[in-house]
């Protein structure tokens, strides 16, 4: 029971959703094998002159396809996502749960993203700082939580992250695209790294920086090389073929 005495959700919540053209609206029970991922954006992100937040659409290397945001922040929490090796599909508003509250009125919510992990789980983010978030909200979190548990999905609120974490790949993101992808260059790359190396002096070893380097971030992107990204990316930084657990 939520603070607005909602009932137990997976009794009284529907699901809308749109997935190839066509609009569908289904009982929470029956949604677990949708894939969300795939599914075109439940509402349209609005767009008006004067407006405070920045809308945009995010072409994604792990979709292939663009991705919608609504602010910055939700920019910044859309390319962690996609820079997450975990995540192997992304969507923005990807569908809306709706309810009756015990007082009679209708609630709706449709969290920021659903992401498809490597495993098979299902992945809800809302991207809401803490002091942001009102008494309203907090109802809606808390229902979407309790929804994505009966689905077997996992649930969180997101705020702003690192600002170096997000610095750092916000510039590898640069860099995402396939066409960074030079098999030749890639290979002595992961030759010239596999002892650990500062990032200049391997990228020298292998060539002109110029045309190394967009090869070498691109590579740090895939997560086929490695680097601390807690700190400022630099000349010297140590880069490796063996992932040290990180964060990233």
Request: charge should be negative.
């Amino acid at each position: 029971m939520t603070s607005d005495g909602v009932s137990p959700p997976v009794d009284v919540v529907e699901v809308g959703f749109a997935l190839d053209g066509e609009e569908h609206r289904l009982p929470l029970t029956e949604v677990w094998s949708v894939p969300f991922e795939t599914c075109s954006p439940a509402r349209s992100f609005p767009s008006y002159r004067g407006q405070r937040h920045f809308p945009g659409l995010w072409w994604s290397a792990t979709t292939g396809r663009h991705v919608g945001f609504e602010s910055w922040l939700e920019r910044d929490r859309l390319m962690l996502l996609d820079f997450d090796p975990d995540v192997v599909g992304i969507s923005s508003q990807p569908f809306w749960l709706l309810w009756t509250a015990d007082n009679g009125r209708t609630r709706s919510h449709a969290p920021d993203y659903f992401a498809r992990l490597a495993d098979g789980r299902g992945l809800v983010v809302d991207v809401r700082p803490p002091d942001r978030i009102k008494p309203s909200d907090a109802v809606a979190f808390d229902l979407t939580r309790c929804c994505c548990d009966a689905l077997g999905w996992d649930y969180t609120v997101l705020g702003a992250d690192d600002e170096v974490l997000v610095a750092n790949v916000r510039w590898l993101a640069g860099y995402r695209h396939p066409r960074h992808q030079v098999p030749e260059l890639a290979g002595q790359l992961r030759t010239v790294f596999a002892s650990g190396l500062g990032l200049h002096d391997g990228a020298e070893r292998v060539g002109d920086p110029i045309a190394v380097l967009p090869v070498l971030f691109h590579l740090l992107w895939q997560h086929e090389l490695h680097a601390s990204l807690s700190r400022p990316l630099h000349p010297d930084t140590l880069v490796t073929t063996v992932d040290a657990g990180v964060r990233a």
